[in-house]
């Protein structure tokens, strides 16, 4: 099971998660009563420039028809049994309860693929409207005695087959390696995402032998299906794009490795041991003064990220996942070379506080320009697209501070975090293209030349 992002923080972290930026709220119990007072009209405003649009997409084309299909296999599961259990028909009050918060979350993620920004976003939602759907279908059929946890586990134990037929049988063939890299990256996740919700059914089941636990089964293996539906989807109609596909396999696999020995000899030269607090004085910085400043944020997030893509690779490479673990590289030099210039610019005096809200604004516009001229740069389209959803959420991460209710209005620490998200965001950006270029750079060398 791939760690969040929150996993990463927990292990690094020498002082634990709560005093890292970025996670959760942070600083709960601190007084800064003694920082500026932030006029909170001028920090609602910073929220209101709002976040930029870099839905998720996938450069193959996508057919509605399959979306449709998607959204009527989820109603055709509901359509299958009752809205509400009588207690005549089913006695038992809490699976009468569960099947209603069942029926009625199915109908609602139904109904938000409706809403989504991006073709390749609405394949993605509508796994878990399948599975919802059919964690409704399930539980019914189990109280009414139609199916049991048996008959679902035989349903498990084929979708595992198919899983793995697909994955043997897929290889890395495309017409041009930046849009080949993303395809297959996002193919990879679907599968992954597949064998992910059946394990997790197993190992995280809320329910024990009970109509509720063969809904739960259920909805991993509907949501597998589909997450495996979704893979074969974007990978047969890219490939169906394409007059004369060129085979990548071999390149991706030696560039992910070559790339994977660079990523890790680079992070060696920053301390092991000590989580990030090891970094930050590593680098020739007191923690301790640097604590309740943006500074202190600005560097443990770029550092975190830079952990997040080292592990995409080591496991991607551990699973023959090649172009996740590409994509990983290109998260862990890309964050590397933004702690590196955040290190600079707070050696320079930058960041050291937040005095006005007019300095929140300008990181922010920061950041939504950084975005936009990375977005800009057509040299690898592709992959610093990929990238930057990743990244733009940060924006948004940025902005939520402003909402949390944890803060009041006006409150320091809240323009404290919100600043570092909207650095960390520009700092990123900025290196985005040029990283995007070395390791497509890197994967032509290993072909024999550029443009091969």
């Not at 190992?203 to 979704?230: I, N, Q, T």
């Not at 900025?430 to 443009?451: C, F, I, K, Q, Y």
Request: overall charge negative; proline content about 4%; aromatic content about 6%.
């Amino acid at each position: 099971m791939p760690r969040t992002r929150r996993d990463v923080l927990a292990s690094l972290a020498g002082v634990g998660v709560a005093g890292l930026a970025g996670c959760t709220a942070l600083d709960a119990g601190e007084s800064e009563s003694d920082g500026p007072t932030l006029d909170p009209a001028a920090l609602e405003a910073v929220m209101e420039l709002g976040s930029p649009a870099f839905p998720a997409r996938v450069p193959a084309p996508i057919a509605e028809s399959y979306l449709e299909q998607s959204r009527a296999r989820a109603r055709e599961l509901l359509d299958s049994c009752p809205e509400t259990m009588s207690p005549e028909e089913v006695p038992n009050e809490g699976v009468r309860n569960v099947y209603a918060e069942a029926y009625a979350g199915a109908t609602a993620a139904l109904e938000r693929t409706t809403a989504d920004e991006s073709p390749f976003e609405t394949l993605r939602g509508l796994r878990y409207a399948r599975g919802a759907a059919a964690m409704a279908k399930g539980t019914y059929d189990a109280a009414v005695g139609d199916r049991t946890e048996s008959d679902v586990r035989d349903e498990a134990a084929a979708v595992r087959a198919d899983i793995e037929s697909f994955r043997l049988g897929t290889r890395y063939l495309g017409d041009e390696p930046d849009r080949a890299l993303v395809v297959y990256e996002a193919v990879e996740n679907l599968v992954a995402a597949a064998v992910r919700y059946l394990d997790n059914a197993d190992e995280y089941g809320r329910y024990a032998d009970s109509a509720p636990r063969v809904g739960e089964l259920l909805d991993a293996v509907e949501s597998a299906r589909a997450s495996l539906d979704g893979a074969r989807h974007v990978r047969d109609r890219y490939l169906a794009s394409i007059a004369d596909p060129v085979d990548f396999t071999d390149a991706f696999e030696s560039t992910a490795s070559s790339l994977a020995g660079i990523t890790e000899d680079r992070r060696a030269k920053y301390p092991e041991e000590g989580g990030l607090e090891a970094v930050i004085e590593g680098e020739g910085f007191d923690p301790e003064e640097l604590e309740r400043t943006p500074a202190k944020d600005l560097l443990v997030e770029t550092f975190v990220e830079v952990e997040r893509g080292l592990q995409d690779i080591r496991e991607g490479l551990r699973s023959d996942r090649f172009a996740t673990a590409l994509v990983g590289a290109h998260t862990a030099e890309t964050h590397r070379r933004a702690f590196e210039d955040a290190v600079t610019a707070v050696k320079r005096g930058r960041y050291e506080s937040v005095e006005s809200a007019a300095a929140v604004r300008d990181a922010k516009l920061g950041a939504l320009e950084a975005l936009e001229a990375a977005r800009s740069d057509g040299s690898n389209p592709h992959l610093t697209r990929r990238a930057l959803v990743d990244i733009a959420h940060m924006v948004d991460r940025g902005d939520g501070y402003f909402r949390d209710d944890y803060y009041e209005d006006g409150d320091p620490r809240a323009a404290r975090n919100a600043l570092a998200q909207y650095a960390t965001t520009e700092f990123a950006a900025r290196e985005t293209s040029d990283v995007s270029a070395w390791v497509l750079g890197m994967l032509a060398a290993e072909r024999g030349g550029v443009g091969r």
